[in-house]
C-alpha cells in the first residue's frame, strides 16, 4: 500500500526518533558496561600492588623485629656475634640496605660494615631531627617507620626502628635500638612494573606527615585531585600510608567503536524508511 505523502513524513520522523533513541541507549549500556569493567580491573591492579607492597614492608620489617628479638635474649653478643646473625638474617630474600644495632643509643654495630664505618659512634639523641621516632619506638614497643628518604649513597629508603629491652635481674630495661634502611627504590621499581601490566598509573602520600616532602611517597600527587580515582590505604607501623589508581590513558568517556554505533543505526534507518 502506497503511503500519503504525510504519512510517509509521520513515519520517517518516527523511525528517527526511534533510531536515535535506541541509538543512544545501546551507547549508554556499552559505555556504563564498558566503564564497570574499567572500575573493576583498575580497582584488581591497586589491591594487588597494595597487598604486594604491604607484604614487601612486612617482611623486611620482620627481619628487623627479628635482630632486636635476638638481642633482647643474648644482650652480650659480641661484634663477631652480630655479624653473623645479620648475614643469616639478609641471607633471606629482602631489600635491606643495613642492620644496625645502638645499645644506650650509640650506634656500634652494623651490617655490612664496609661502607658504613662513618655511621658507627652516632648517638641518636644528639640527632634531632630522628629522635622523636626513637622515642615513638620506644613509648609504643612497636616498630616505627621514616621515610621514603633521599639516601647519601644515592636513592631512596625507609628507615625501620624498633627499640630494644631486655631483662636484668628480673627487672625490664631499655637496651638500645635496632635499626634497618629498606631500599624504596627496589619496592618501587616493582610497583612500577606490576603498574605497568595492569595498565594503570599509581600514587602514594603519607596521611599522617605531610610535613616530610609533602607527604610523597611515590608517584605523581596529582592523581589524588582525581574525584574517580582508585582508593586503598596501606597498614604501616605507626602510620597510615594512601593509595589511588587512575587508567593510564584515562577514564572511559565514550563508548567503543562509537563511531561504528553511530554508522550502524543511520544504516538501519535509511534501510527501514527506504522499505516504507
Same mark, same amino acid.
Given at each position: 500500500?502506497? @503511503?500519503?505523502?504525510?504519512?510517509?513524513?509521520?513515519?520517517?520522523?518516527?523511525?528517527?526518533?526511534?533510531?536515535?533513541?535506541?541509538?543512544?541507549?545501546?551507547?549508554?549500556?556499552?559505555?556504563?558496561?564498558?566503564?564497570?569493567?574499567?572500575?573493576?580491573?583498575?580497582?584488581? &591492579?591497586?589491591?594487588?600492588? %597494595?597487598?604486594?607492597?604491604?607484604?614487601?614492608?612486612?617482611?623486611?620489617?620482620?627481619?628487623?623485629?627479628?635482630?632486636?628479638?635476638?638481642?633482647?635474649?643474648?644482650?652480650?653478643?659480641?661484634?663477631?656475634?652480630?655479624?653473623?646473625?645479620?648475614?643469616?638474617?639478609?641471607? $633471606?630474600?629482602?631489600?635491606?640496605?643495613?642492620?644496625?644495632? *645502638?645499645?644506650?643509643?650509640?650506634?656500634?654495630?652494623?651490617?655490612?660494615?664496609? #661502607? =658504613?664505618?662513618?655511621?658507627?659512634?652516632?648517638?641518636?639523641?644528639?640527632?634531632?631531627?630522628?629522635?622523636?621516632?626513637?622515642?615513638?619506638?620506644?613509648?609504643?614497643?612497636?616498630?616505627?617507620?621514616? &621515610?621514603?628518604?633521599? @639516601?647519601?649513597?644515592?636513592?631512596?629508603?625507609?628507615?625501620?626502628?624498633?627499640?630494644?629491652?631486655?631483662?636484668?635481674? #628480673?627487672?625490664?630495661?631499655?637496651?638500645?635500638?635496632?635499626?634497618?634502611?629498606? =631500599?624504596?627504590?627496589?619496592?618501587?621499581?616493582?610497583? *612500577?612494573?606490576? *603498574? #605497568?601490566?595492569? &595498565?594503570?598509573?599509581?600514587?602514594?602520600?603519607?596521611?599522617?606527615?605531610?610535613?616530610?616532602? &609533602?607527604?610523597?611517597?611515590?608517584?605523581?600527587?596529582?592523581?589524588?585531585?582525581? %574525584?574517580? /580515582?582508585? $582508593?586503598?590505604?596501606?597498614?604501616?607501623?605507626?602510620?597510615?600510608?594512601?593509595?589511588? /589508581?587512575?587508567?593510564?590513558?584515562?577514564?572511559?568517556?565514550?563508548?567503543?567503536?562509537?563511531?561504528?554505533?553511530?554508522?550502524?543505526?543511520? *544504516?538501519?534507518?535509511?534501510?527501514?524508511?527506504?522499505?516504507?
Amino acid at each position: 500500500m502506497k @503511503l500519503h505523502k504525510w504519512q510517509f513524513a509521520i513515519y520517517t520522523v518516527l523511525i528517527i526518533i526511534f533510531s536515535f533513541v535506541s541509538n543512544t541507549l545501546y551507547k549508554n549500556y556499552i559505555l556504563e558496561k564498558q566503564k564497570t569493567i574499567q572500575l573493576s580491573h583498575v580497582q584488581d &591492579g591497586l589491591a594487588y600492588i %597494595r597487598s604486594d607492597v604491604e607484604s614487601d614492608l612486612a617482611s623486611n620489617l620482620l627481619l628487623i623485629r627479628s635482630v632486636a628479638s635476638y638481642i633482647s635474649v643474648h644482650p652480650d653478643f659480641t661484634s663477631e656475634e652480630f655479624q653473623k646473625l645479620a648475614k643469616v638474617v639478609t641471607s $633471606k630474600p629482602n631489600s635491606l640496605i643495613n642492620i644496625a644495632a *645502638a645499645p644506650d643509643f650509640v650506634l656500634t654495630y652494623v651490617y655490612p660494615e664496609e #661502607g =658504613n664505618e662513618k655511621i658507627k659512634g652516632i648517638d641518636y639523641r644528639k640527632l634531632t631531627a630522628q629522635w622523636p621516632k626513637v622515642e615513638l619506638a620506644i613509648k609504643t614497643r612497636d616498630m616505627v617507620i621514616a &621515610g621514603p628518604l633521599n @639516601l647519601i649513597q644515592g636513592g631512596r629508603g625507609i628507615i625501620g626502628r624498633d627499640a630494644v629491652y631486655i631483662d636484668v635481674d #628480673g627487672e625490664e630495661k631499655l637496651w638500645g635500638l635496632v635499626s634497618s634502611v629498606i =631500599n624504596f627504590d627496589a619496592i618501587a621499581v616493582k610497583l *612500577a612494573k606490576t *603498574a #605497568g601490566d595492569y &595498565g594503570i598509573k599509581i600514587a602514594i602520600h603519607n596521611i599522617e606527615n605531610v610535613e616530610q616532602n &609533602g607527604g610523597i611517597v611515590y608517584g605523581d600527587m596529582r592523581l589524588f585531585e582525581d %574525584r574517580r /580515582a582508585v $582508593k586503598a590505604e596501606i597498614a604501616i607501623p605507626n602510620g597510615k600510608w594512601q593509595m589511588v /589508581a587512575v587508567p593510564v590513558n584515562g577514564w572511559i568517556t565514550k563508548a567503543p567503536d562509537y563511531l561504528k554505533i553511530n554508522l550502524l543505526f543511520i *544504516a538501519f534507518t535509511l534501510v527501514t524508511i527506504f522499505l516504507l
